[in-house]
Every structure is written in structure tokens, then in C-alpha cells.
């Protein structure tokens, strides 16, 4: 036992407070030794809850808690293990449990930096929208205060002229009351005076002056009316402007939304097969209105990638048709918001139907894209017919030589046809590969752009097949790029590009710098761009079914087409061209025809129908004109170039069986005349020789 300073007497299980309150009394003098605190010290770290100063050795596996010696009786018939086993499995335990948060804590992350980013394209979204609709409207205010102008300029000047006719009158109808009033004084005081020899000369001369007057034609009726109206129909207008615009969204999430359809199992080579989308919000109900943003894809195990489309029905369901040229396994990726859907990706067994079943049903694919799109095609003489009426083409595009090949699967080649220089390009997103490459644009300075819509980005090459550069972020705001499937380039240089997924079209400079966006809130998927010979550019909505024409500017030129099979309606467009008539050529996919028009949408030629033979087309693609008015296309389930002249007829095929396409989307002609485009199912670009 030991005798502390303060008196107080201790021993191994007592323990007085620290120094410095021993301290604090020594330095008061009021304070009692007798005061300070004693603790006692604490339990060993296995000491029993429930016994002082007995020690746990053993655990109760039915009551979970630790047991000693006293507390054993009361646990006789429990299975007990020591106390140190168990302590190692709640720890083994323990640290299970803690490795499975860690492991979440990735997802956590990742979770939390997509919902800000989605959370911050929110709000550059609604900040680009604001713009839109202060930029609109302030175009709206700008065209009434020129149309008020214009009004009341037009009243003056309507006023000012019959003002005129009516004044002259009021002037001659003044004088001539003046001249009568004058002679009738004359006259009055010569009556009243005696009549005598001397007065009679100045009464004859005033009475010829009498007579003169009595028969003075005066204008006495109204020259001009007094009408002056205005009609102004404003009640269209106020309604039109009561619904001018709207916001458009969903509460659709892609972890709830699910398809079905037996396109999601099997289909025939060849044959349109459809998968219905049904758009859920995050408690599983279902989305009533359209407009979400889906993207669907189908591809093979080596990235090879089918194009299809996606029909909206505007009651929150949608329609994927598409058609694979080949059997074999495929994957189909549904993507609601850039995430995939319950169940995506799904895999898909293409077969080909038999020849037996050909022989029965040969019309089967024809029947069927009928039923699916309601788009029977027109056979190429009609359109030879029409084009023959069309004043807008003089003369026909110079011929060439008809190709030895037929179609691209018969083996025979013809050693003086077009063939390939050089391929560009594999699977991956580096510079210079590509995943799922769509549009192709040349340049005049020798430069050949690639729009690498799964990269979200745009390379650019030289003539040669040089890597020169690449831009592109992938995003949702003005600048950022979703799904870039069209590229052309403008007279000044600039770079315009087809959003698809965005639903607008970007302008970046010849340096790939942004610059301004147009389209947004009209157009809803633009697949191709295309310039005319007045710099306006030429956009091809591909969801729309219309043809959009705006200046650089944005402001809206014109519009023509419709979803139809009619000679102004489309059934997903591709892309377009412009010939040297400035007329606008555009590739009906799914009326597996080429068409036409002019500036104004009227209908000049129309040509191509489904099948497989010369001048017919199994679902047409890229497009590009050359110098003597030559119309190059590329028909995408045939997996060919094709050649026609400037009225629609055959001419030849571009050789493609050294190196052989599969599913060739954009088609431009290179400053060095050329024929580059882009074979996306084989992840590159081709550049052809091409004999004009």
C-alpha cells in the first residue's frame, strides 16, 4: 500500500486523478485533499457483463454473448464455444461485411458522378433551352415590329393616295363655286342698275360668261371612297401562340422500361423483325407520352453493327424494326438514356429462311416491309417517265461503262472497273478506329471527315488516308456531341454535324471549335447533312420523315416531306446530296428508293424499288453526285456502291469484291475524285478509284 502526497491512501485497484488536478489544489488553498476523485480502474477487455471481476472464456452461440464461469449454469443446455473462437468469427465476419460496402463504395461513386453529370446536363440543357426560347421570341418580336411597320406604311401610302384623289376634287369643286358665285354678283348688281345702251356690252359679255358657267362640268360625285380597314385575323394567331412551343421530357428510366416482341428471339435474314419498348418511370409505372431518348443497336460479337429504326408512338411505347443481311448470332442493345434496359443487351439467332420457302413466298420481304412501314416502292421506269418531264434537267450525266460484276457476289471481275486504293480503320477509339462510323464528307482542300458515331466524335484524314486530327466530347450541352451520324462542310470552311441523339445540328470551325448549334426543339433525328449552292444547309430527319433547310444562321428556309410512301413522304431518310441543278437527292431507307426534289419540296425524280438487281436498292444509305450529274449510292442490305445517270437509270456498280462491304452507310466523291465511304459493319473507311 502506498501513501500518495495528498494522503490518501491506494492500492493496484485504485487509481487517483491526474496531476493537474492535483495541481488545481494545491493552488486552492479552500480545496480539502479529501476532495479528489478516485476512480476505479477499468475491466479487463474479456471481463464478464454481468459478473464484476470474473473473466469471460466461453460464448453462448444461442444468446450471443460471452459466459463465465458463474454464468455457465444458466446456459447448460446452449451450444457454447470458446470465447476466442468466436471472437475471431464476429471479427472474420465483421470483415466480410466491411468488404462488401468497400466493394460498393466504386459503384457508390460512379453512381453519384453519373447522377451529378446527368443532374449538371439538366441544367445546361435548361440553360440551352431558356437561350432557344429568348432567341425565338426575340426573332418573333423582330418579325411583328416589321410586320407592324410594313402595315402602317402600307396605310399611309394607301391613305396618302386617295387623300390625293379626293383634295384635287375638293380643289376643283372650290374654284368652280367661286367662279359662279362671282359671275352671279356681277350679274345681280347689272339688274339692279337701269337698263341703258351703255351697260348693254358688259351685260352680253356677262351673259355669255353665264351661259359658260351654267354648262361647266364639275366633278359633283365622290372621285375616292372613304374605306379604310383593317384586317387583322388575330385569332389564329393568339391560339397559335397560346401552344407556340413546348417542353418536352419524360419520367422514363431505364432500369424500369422493358421490350418484348419476337424480334427479341429470332428473325430471317433479310426480313424486318420488330421489338416493342415500353418506357417506365422509377416506380414501374407506365409512361404515357413520347419523345424519350432511345437508341437501339444490333451487332455481332466481332462490333459489326445492323442499322434499323426506332418508330415513336407518342403514348410512351416505341417500335425497333430493323433487318440483318446475314445469319449468325447478334446482340441487340436497347439504351434508354444512354443505359440500358431491363435485359439489354439481348441476343438474337438470325437464320436464313430456305430456298423451298423463297420458292413459295417470293414476294415474302416485300409483303412484309409493306405491312411494317406501309411503303410499297416504284420501280425506276416511273421515274425515268417523270424525270423525262422535268424541265430542271438538261442534259443526262455522261455514261459509263456497265460492270461485269451484276451483283457483288458473282466472282468475275472486270480489270478495268473502279477498285479499292486503301482502307481505313478497325474496331476501337483511338485515332483512326472507328465504332460504327455513319457520315462521310469531303473537303475541297483534300481533307475526308468520318463521323464516328459510338465515339461521340469526328476524325479527319487527308486525301492519302493521313490521320490528321479528331474533336468531339461526348455530351448533351451545346458543343458536346451524343450521336454524331451526318458531317458536311460548308463554303466557309465550317464543320456541321448531325446530332441524332441530341436532336440538333452542331457547327464547329474548320479547326473544330464550336460555334453554334441549329434545329434544336424542331428537328427530331437528324441522320444526314448536306450543303446547296446558296450555302444553306440541308438537313435529313430521319425520325421526322422531313427535309429541313436552314441558313448558317439557323433561321428555318423551308421544310417538306412526311412518314408515307407517297412521291413526297419518306420512311426513314438517310442522307442527302445536291446536284448541279441545286436539287436536293435524298435516300428513302425503308422505301428502298432514291428521290429528287426541289428546294421548294417538289417532286422532280424518284427511282429504285426493293430487291436485289440493277438499279434496285435493299434499303439505300450514303449518296454523292459527281461532275456530269452521276448519282452514286450506297445500298446498305445489298452491301454495294451503285452508279446511276442524272435520270435515274442503271449505269454500272463500283467493284468492291476484292475487299467486300457490309452495311455501307455515308458516300462522299474526294477533291481528287474518289470514292470514299464508310463501311460501318467492318469498323473502317474504304477510298475506291472510280472511272467517271
Known amino acids: ?70 454464468c455457465v449454469p444458466d446456459h447448460e443446455e446452449h451450444l457454447k464455444v470458446p470465447l476466442i473462437r468466436a471472437l475471431e468469427q464476429h471479427r472474420s465476419s465483421l470483415q466480410e461485411r466491411l468488404g462488401g460496402v468497400q466493394n460498393r463504395l466504386p459503384q457508390i461513386s460512379d453512381a453519384l458522378s453519373f447522377v451529378k453529370e446527368i443532374h449538371q446536363q439538366l441544367t445546361n440543357q435548361r440553360a440551352s433551352i431558356e437561350e432557344d426560347i429568348q432567341s425565338s421570341f426575340q426573332d418573333l418580336h423582330k418579325q411583328l415590329d416589321v410586320r407592324k411597320s410594313v402595315l402602317l406604311m402600307e396605310l399611309e401610302v394607301t391613305h396618302g393616295l386617295k387623300q390625293k384623289v379626293l383634295q384635287a376634287q375638293v380643289d376643283s369643286l372650290v374654284r368652280g363655286e367661286g367662279d359662279l358665285e362671282a359671275s352671279c354678283s356681277q350679274a345681280e348688281e347689272a339688274l339692279a342698275g337701269e337698263a341703258c345702251v351703255a351697260s348693254l356690252q358688259a351685260e352680253q359679255e356677262l351673259q355669255e360668261k353665264l351661259g359658260e358657267l351654267a354648262g361647266l362640268g364639275l366633278p359633283c360625285q365622290p372621285e375616292e371612297n372613304d374605306q379604310l380597314d383593317l384586317l387583322l385575323e388575330t385569332d389564329g394567331l393568339r391560339k397559335s401562340i397560346h401552344n407556340l412551343g413546348t417542353i418536352v421530357t419524360t419520367s422514363a428510366v431505364a432500369c424500369q422500361s422493358e421490350a418484348m416482341g419476337a424480334g427479341l428471339e429470332q428473325c430471317i435474314v433479310g426480313h424486318p423483325a420488330s421489338v416493342t419498348i415500353v418506357t417506365r418511370d422509377k416506380s414501374g409505372g ?61 441476343k438474337l439467332t438470325i437464320n436464313r429462311v430456305s430456298e423451298a420457302e423463297v420458292e413459295v413466298s417470293p414476294s415474302t420481304t416485300t409483303a ?67 465504332t460504327n462510323l455513319q457520315g462521310v464528307a469531303a473537303s475541297s482542300t ?95 430527319d430521319n425520325k421526322a420523315c422531313t427535309v429541313f433547310i436552314f441558313q448558317l444562321t439557323g433561321k428555318l428556309v423551308s421544310k417538306f416531306g412526311s412518314r408515307g410512301n407517297g412521291d413526297k413522304q419518306f420512311a426513314g431518310p438517310h442522307f442527302a446530296a445536291v446536284n448541279n441543278n441545286n436539287e436536293i437527292i435524298v435516300t428513302d431507307f425503308h422505301n428502298h428508293s432514291v428521290k429528287v426534289f426541289t428546294l421548294e419540296g417538289e417532286l422532280v425524280l424518284k427511282f429504285g424499288s426493293n430487291g436485289e438487281g440493277n438499279g434496285q436498292f ?68 474504304k477510298v475506291y478509284r472510280y472511272l467517271q
Open 618 to 685: 435493299n434499303a439505300p444509305t450514303g449518296v454523292a453526285v459527281d461532275v456530269n450529274g452521276n448519282i452514286i449510292v450506297a445500298d446498305w442490305g445489298n452491301s454495294r456502291i451503285q452508279v446511276f445517270d442524272g435520270s435515274g437509270s442503271f449505269l454500272s456498280y463500283i467493284n468492291t469484291s476484292a475487299d467486300p462491304l457490309y452495311g455501307p452507310q455515308g458516300l462522299a466523291l474526294t477533291s481528287d475524285g474518289h470514292v470514299v465511304v464508310a463501311d460501318s459493319g467492318n469498323h473502317c473507311f
Open 368 to 434: 412484309t416491309n409493306s405491312a411494317a412501314y406501309a411503303t410499297p416502292s416504284t420501280g425506276s421506269s416511273e421515274g425515268a417517265k417523270r424525270r423525262g418531264k422535268s424541265p430542271g434537267q438538261k442534259k443526262k450525266g455522261s455514261k459509263r461503262a456497265s460492270s461485269a460484276l451484276g451483283t457483288p457476289r458473282r466472282k468475275t471481275q472486270n480489270p478495268i472497273e473502279d477498285d479499292l486504293i486503301f482502307r481505313i480503320g478497325t474496331k476501337g477509339r483511338n485515332k483512326g478506329e472507328f
Open 446 to 540: 483534300g481533307r475526308i471527315l468520318i463521323a464516328d458515331s459510338n465515339n461521340q466524335c469526328v476524325q479527319i484524314f487527308l486525301n492519302e488516308g493521313e490521320f490528321k486530327s479528331r474533336f468531339g466530347v461526348r455530351g448533351r450541352s451545346p458543343g458536346q456531341l451524343q450521336r454524331p451520324t451526318g458531317v458536311a462542310v460548308h463554303p466557309s470552311g465550317d464543320i456541321i454535324i448531325a446530332d441524332y441523339d441530341n436532336k440538333w445540328v452542331s457547327i464547329f470551325n474548320s479547326e473544330g471549335k464550336y460555334k453554334a448549334k441549329l434545329g434544336s426543339g424542331r428537328l427530331m433525328g437528324p441522320k444526314g447533312v448536306s450543303v446547296d449552292q446558296n450555302g444553306h444547309v440541308i438537313v435529313v
Open 1 to 70: 500500500m502506498t501513501l500518495m502526497p495528498s494522503g490518501v491512501q491506494t492500492d493496484h485497484r485504485l487509481r487517483t486523478t491526474c496531476p493537474p488536478l492535483m495541481e488545481a489544489h494545491q493552488h486552492s488553498p479552500e480545496s480539502s485533499s479529501e476532495e479528489c476523485t478516485v476512480l476505479e480502474a477499468p475491466p479487463g477487455k474479456n471481463a464478464c457483463p454481468r459478473h464484476t471481476g470474473k473473466g469471460s472464456e466461453l460464448f453462448c452461440s444461442a444468446c450471443e454473448v460471452a459466459l463465465c464461469e458463474d
Open 286 to 346: 407506365a409512361c404515357k407520352t413520347g419523345n424519350a431518348i432511345l437508341s437501339a443497336e444490333v451487332f455481332t460479337p466481332d462490333g459489326s453493327i445492323v442499322d434499323g429504326e426506332i418508330v415513336d408512338h407518342k403514348n410512351g411505347t416505341y417500335e425497333f424494326v430493323y433487318t440483318v443481311p446475314k445469319e449468325g448470332d447478334f446482340s441487340l442493345a436497347l439504351r434508354l438514356y444512354d443505359q440500358h434496359i431491363k435485359g439489354s443487351p439481348f
